[in-house]
């Protein structure tokens, strides 16, 4: 990789207030509950960012509730791509999510539909 060159094709952008819960995949299907809600540091059509103490494995399957107040939310699969110590005990936890479409495993149209509509509200400088 080129020293400076930015990878990601989509804006990050932060939502105030903005909560994230989260599901893991077990060894017969999915946790029931969602998790505690996490402080969102930043969003994207891609991927998310987010606060939280538990560790994660490299590509780890989740269900994310992205939660904005006063509007909507949306469910999405994700593949956690990195993880980063902060200060005290919380990690920064970065997920990709996974491609939008029609078929198993894919995210749902509708739920690009609404990350664009947020993009276009929170993006300040394009």
Not at 7 to 19: A, D, L, S, V, W
Not at 104 to 113: Q, T
């Amino acid at each position: 990789m080129v020293q400076g060159f930015e990878q990601r094709t989509c804006h990050r952008f932060e939502i105030p207030n903005g909560k994230l819960f989260y599901r893991g995949k077990r060894l017969f299907g999915w946790e029931k509950e969602y998790t505690p809600a996490h402080n969102l540091l930043n969003v994207s059509k891609g991927g998310a960012s987010f606060e939280c103490n538990e560790s994660f494995k490299p590509d780890q399957r989740l269900i994310i509730k992205l939660v904005v107040p006063d509007d909507t939310h949306i469910e999405v699969f994700a593949n956690v791509r990195w993880q980063r110590e902060t200060s005290g005990f919380l990690k920064a936890v970065g997920v990709v999510f996974a491609p939008f479409g029609r078929g198993f495993n894919l995210n749902p149209p509708a739920a690009l539909d609404v990350l664009r509509r947020w993009d276009a509200k929170y993006v300040k400088v394009r």
